[in-house]
């Protein structure tokens, strides 16, 4: 689907595309915003905007219409505005969301306070009164020697209640930024097992939001790209797994079942020990100097740790 320049003529559809959206509007006559749209020949599918701060792109208005969304359109969308960041040899771009941080931390996308943002961009109207407070702040530089390569890694297991929670959690504590950790099993689990949420709330994680998903959410093109696939349970690494985007490496990391015995604490413990030995393993392999099949073979022997 080609990516273009939106039209003068096209302005009011845009608007009409970021308001079913819920994303602000109100500063469009005023603001000076280059819009890209997603072209299929009918309705525009998708959009996203860019205004301009001197040498800062505020990315914005990042909207796909219901139809295309899970086709790739936002992916290709995003891509396509920092191409043209870069044509316009911006240094650095800002944005604000509720709902996609963990999208555009995929994409490299690092989160920081408001108040670290470039002045120039704090004083648009999007961050004074457009998007609340409780948006997240995210930034990248457009800089290649100042975008470190990180990493996704995906933990299965089937019910997603404990062991992959486990490893999410440690991994993104662990990984300071590095490795942006993910989790999902084959037969999601009605409720993540009180023993493990304690253990991930010792790590500050908060544990109101946690919740058992379907790997089908990470099979799909708009979901973030994984490098890494680990199954921690014996049933999920017998399943088939979705074909995932990319071609990951896969290895399986057999951890014994701590919800089998769900009211003993040294269960779980001993569970969080086997995964943070492995975890700790995996942050000392060079990945950016491992291809696909040695990435497999050293994660396939962390695998055989006690």
Known sequence: ??????????????????????????????????????????????????????????????????????????????AAIEREAQALSLRQLVLLTQTAADYFASRGYRTIDRTQAPVAVQNSAEFLSLCPASAACLTKSLDPSMNARSYNVLFLCTGNSARSQMAEALLNDMGKGRIRAYSAGSHPAPNVQPLAAQLIADLGYPTDTLRPKSWDEFAVPDAPAMDIVITVCDNAAGETCPLWPGHPALAHWGVADPARTPDDPNAFKQAWLALRRRIELLLALPLDKLDRLAREQHLHQIGQTP
């Open 1 to 78: 689907m080609p990516i273009r320049l939106a039209l003068p003529s096209e302005h009011a559809a845009i608007r009409a595309l970021l308001t079913d959206n819920d994303l602000p509007v109100q500063d469009l006559d005023s603001a000076v915003v280059a819009f890209l749209v997603a072209d299929d020949g009918g309705p525009i599918a998708g959009v996203v905007g860019l205004q301009v701060f001197g040498d800062i792109g505020l990315l914005r208005s990042l909207a796909v219409r219901a139809e295309y969304r899970r086709s790739g359109t936002g992916s290709r969308l995003v």
